[in-house]
């Protein structure tokens, strides 16, 4: 490969991306969704979904769900990432665990005419 | 009676103002000195200050100069370094040492003052979002909005600072929060996330395994890293044990420099992209690879396709988003780098032994005989090599400490200078924060008032955060900054060489300090060298003074630092310094436009 004049070795991957939905466990505290969301701008990781809510009131817990791709490595690399944050409880590979349920909402807006 | 009740709680010992809370726990945590710069929103917590005696404060004259104060001290003690600054512009001043201490692993903890909780994003005075601003540069920060949670919010802080991968945090106090009365308790288990539970004993199959792989290696190295050194002493102490037990060669990251002596017979030199021949020709055609609390990071494999392509590789790290992230590892091991090393020799020990490896050490032999960091002798000009040759010759019996700064000196000082205990050798590794070792020494002065503490720096890296020799001065820290100074940003002016088509675009310093009279204006003592002949005398001099120095080293201007593995290639493919003329750093550089 050709290399341009840098300081840094630069280097194409070739490998596929995979889909891969995280179940995050996480402290219901203030700025819990900046770490995570900044994990991922940061360091260049793709969201193509997220979903955040609270899960269980009196442990003060929430379930963030995202769907991400990556390469094998960068997947693994994600979990790691998020999982090394101090109020992440728990990160669950759905992709990987299975036994999830996935189900798209549609709402459609139909313009009824007589 | 329940009209007394209130009058009571304020005088049990435990009722404090948050200022006075911030204090207290600073001493409960065992906290000796502090580096800061007062200001409006930190007043209450100074007003504490000056009330005691048992935390003493050391005042800089920049918010940066503190935080590298403080990783000096962390690094060299191995204790937490802590930190005070105001809102604002003090802390955006403090996000350059945050970010260096989340690259390196080094515990801090830094307090910054905040506008009033009523004030927060009304664009009030001197505020900013520092919990925002510090998100990805802290190992975890906080913003503390009510008193009764300060004091959790500060044990948990020093918890998560020293513990697990040590790392910066931030804890962001407003001001009517140090105002308030709360109640203050002691350091307890539960004031810690249950989330938060670092690992630090590793998996016992994972471990028998990697010694059957040590033991029966033909080709094996030990590569570690900062991971021993941020492990302490008795990491350094194992990792030595280990290398004497199976008599295997050993090299080191930038970082971890002294866990092994540099005088110890199995001793590489440092690998990477200025490291020595033999460490990268032995990283590159090991069989089976020992990493030790390092990371695979850029700087040290080169190409990562042809990193060591025939060996097994065996990663001891704390921190499991380490593993995997560059390089492959075969055997991966989350664990402290103590517990983990302690472990595997135990098993060793048990049941193995030292293989036979002496015709790998013939081949280390002789690629050591192509002595990577020869330089050719100059009676005319003070070579930086040279420099730090004798430097080393005259320091070396005595308590010595090393802080550097960025750039080429910074790795002839890896290069030169050799350690022989952990926690010796202060720099920026993963930020490479110029500016950073002139303050670092400043922080290694205060925690060890009696050694020989040596910033060697550049002409460039040192201007950077200068100020600090009046905080020298001020607090009778006689540190040493010994400049390399051949008026360029070397390392910058190198790569615009060999990759630029020698364009010297703004890497020279038309316009630098008298340094003698630089440091003689802030009440220190100037020394300048230009001669071969005088530096060993100059050196004399330098360390007998009792005051801070600026050592104006002047050296030979054009002079670059080989050996070097040049972008995109592999460990095999290094450039020697005695080899490296004009063709040969051609054809090594042929893939850029550089020398076309």
Redesign the interface.
């Given at each position: 490969?050709?290399?341009?004049?840098?300081?840094?070795?630069?280097?194409e991957r070739h490998d596929p991306n995979e889909t891969h939905t995280l179940s995050v466990l996480?402290?219901n505290e203030?700025?819990v969704l900046?770490?995570v969301i900044?994990l991922f701008s940061?360091r260049g990781y793709n969201i193509e979904s997220l979903t955040v809510s609270e899960t269980e009131s009196d442990k003060h817990v929430s379930r963030i769900t995202i769907v991400t791709t990556g390469t094998p490595?960068v997947i693994?690399?994600i979990k790691?990432?998020l999982?090394?944050?101090?109020?992440?409880?728990?990160v669950v590979d759905m992709t990987v665990a299975g036994g999830s349920i996935e189900r798209e909402l549609a709402m459609v807006k139909l313009r009824a005419s007589n | 009676m329940s009209d007394a009740k209130p009058q009571e709680s304020r005088d049990l010992p435990n009722q404090m103002t948050g200022a006075a809370m911030i204090v207290r726990a600073l001493a409960d945590h065992g906290v000796k000195h502090i580096f800061g710069y007062p200001g409006g929103a930190v007043l209450p917590i100074y007003d504490e200050i000056f009330q005691q005696e048992e935390v003493q404060h050391i005042l800089v004259r920049h918010e940066q100069g503190a935080g590298h104060a403080a990783e000096g001290y962390a690094r060299s003690t191995g204790l937490p370094g802590v930190v005070l600054v105001t809102s604002g512009p003090g802390a955006t001043n403090m996000v350059t040492p945050l970010a260096d201490a989340l690259m390196d692993s080094i515990p801090l903890v830094c307090i910054t003052g905040q506008v009033p909780t009523h004030l927060i994003g009304n664009d009030a005075f001197q505020e900013c979002d520092t919990v925002g601003i510090t998100r990805p540069c802290t190992k975890h920060n906080w913003l503390v909005r009510d008193v009764n949670d300060l004091a959790k919010v500060l044990h948990e802080a020093f918890y998560v600072a020293t513990t697990g991968r040590p790392g910066p945090v931030v804890v962001d106090v407003p001001k009517d929060v140090q105002f308030a009365t709360g109640t203050y308790h002691p350091p307890r288990k539960s004031d810690v996330h249950v989330s938060y539970a670092p690992r630090v004993k590793g998996d016992a199959t994972a471990i028998r395994k990697a010694v059957s792989m040590l033991a029966g290696a033909k080709r094996p190295i030990i590569y570690s890293g900062g991971g021993v050194i941020n492990a302490g002493v008795a990491a350094s102490k194992l990792l030595r044990e280990l290398v004497e037990v199976t008599g295997f060669p050993i090299t080191s990251t930038l970082m971890g420099l002294g866990a092994y002596p540099a005088s110890g017979p199995n001793w590489l030199g440092m690998l990477g992209m200025h490291g020595t021949y033999e460490a990268n020709m032995a990283m590159h055609d090991c069989d089976v690879m020992l990493c030790v609390g390092a990371r695979f990071d850029d700087r040290i494999t080169g190409r990562t396709d042809a990193f060591s392509p025939n060996s097994k590789k065996i990663h001891i790290d704390i921190d499991p988003s380490s593993i995997n992230k560059n390089i492959r590892v075969d055997v991966p091991i989350i664990g402290d780098c103590a517990n983990v090393l302690g472990d595997i020799l135990q098993v060793f020990k048990a049941e193995a032994k030292k293989p036979a490896i002496d015709p790998w050490w013939f081949e280390i032999n002789r690629w050591r005989a192509r002595n990577s960091l020869a330089f050719k002798a100059n009676n005319d000009v003070i070579l930086p090599q040279y420099a730090i040759q004798r430097l080393y010759e005259n320091t070396k019996h005595l308590d010595t400490y090393i802080t550097t700064e960025v750039g080429q000196h910074q790795m002839w000082a890896a290069q030169f200078y050799g350690f022989e205990e952990p926690h010796r050798w202060m720099t920026s590794g993963g930020l490479g924060t110029m500016g950073y070792g002139l303050p670092a020494a400043l922080g290694v002065q205060v925690a060890h008032p009696d050694s020989l503490v040596i910033d060697i720096g550049g002409d460039a890296s040192v201007q950077m955060t200068m100020q600090e020799m009046s905080a020298a001065v001020q607090h009778d820290l006689p540190i040493k900054i010994f400049i390399l100074n051949n008026q360029y940003m070397g390392m910058v002016r190198q790569w615009q060489q060999l990759l630029h088509g020698n364009r010297l675009s703004h890497s020279y310093s038309e316009a630098l300090p008298d340094f003698v009279k630089l440091a003689e204006a802030y009440g220190g003592v100037g020394l300048q060298c230009s001669k071969p002949g005088d530096l060993d005398g100059a050196i004399k001099e330098m360390i007998k003074v009792r005051k801070p120095v600026l050592f104006d080293c002047r050296v030979a201007n054009l002079e670059n630092c080989f050996p070097m593995i040049p972008s995109g290639k592999a460990h095999n493919e290094m450039l020697l310094p005695l080899e490296a003329n004009d063709e040969a750093t051609a054809k090594a550089f042929a893939g850029g436009k550089a020398l076309v």
């Open positions: 490969m050709e290399q341009p004049a840098s300081a840094y070795f630069i280097e996480v402290a203030p700025g900046a770490r900044g940061g490595m693994t690399q790691h990432q999982d090394r944050m101090i109020p992440v409880h728990r | -």
